[in-house]
């Protein structure tokens, strides 16, 4: 939780509203804090992942029944169903976030850091926990997120996540 803000708030892209980003990426953790995230290796068409995390019904529990329906809350359901409509820049790029932050879970609650910064020899990547782990024990994650990532900047990130996980793979078999 927390790592897609962290990363939103790494961006340089100019066109972006930031702040905007941050938030929704927030509001987003919100309702998988409340139902859990379910992983690629699950197989489960989108249609049956929104109904079987009952997100909208955790949404509407937090905005209606814990925050009221008061302003602030309307401002994080209107995020919400930004987010999850995703057409605009700013959700795009946070979706983006989600998936580059699923292929980037390692052991580490921070482990997205190491891309960011890989002379930190403190956290661990989801290629190093593979690594570690068996060399397929992750690949639905990178399946499902890295080629499906369309921001040029998080792109490029997950561009390094994946030269990483080679370099470390063939480490490994040598």
């Not at 939780?1 to 972006?16: E, Q």
């Not at 795009?92 to 921070?110: T, W």
């Not at 190093?128 to 499906?148: I, M, V």
């Not at 040029?152 to 063939?170: F, I, N, T, Y």
């Amino acid at each position: 939780m927390y790592r897609m803000a962290v990363l939103a708030m790494l961006s340089s892209d100019t066109k972006l509203d930031i702040s905007k980003c941050v938030t929704m990426c927030l509001v987003h953790d919100l309702a998988e804090a409340h139902v859990g995230d379910i992983t690629p290796s699950e197989n489960i068409p989108k249609e049956e992942k929104a109904r079987r995390e009952a997100e909208q019904e955790a949404m509407h529990n937090f905005v209606h029944d814990m925050l009221h329906g008061t302003p602030a809350a309307l401002r994080i359901l209107s995020l919400y169903e930004e987010y999850e409509e995703g057409q605009t820049a700013e959700a795009k790029f946070v979706k983006d976030l989600d998936r580059f932050e699923m292929a980037s879970q390692g052991e580490h609650p921070a482990s997205a850091f190491k891309i960011l910064h890989p002379t930190d020899s403190n956290h661990q990547t989801a290629s190093e926990y593979e690594h570690r782990y068996g060399a397929q024990t992750l690949q639905s994650f990178f399946d499902s997120s890295l080629p499906n990532l369309r921001h040029p900047e998080v792109k490029s990130w997950g561009e390094d996540l994946a030269g990483q996980r080679q370099r470390s793979r063939s480490e490994a078999s040598n």
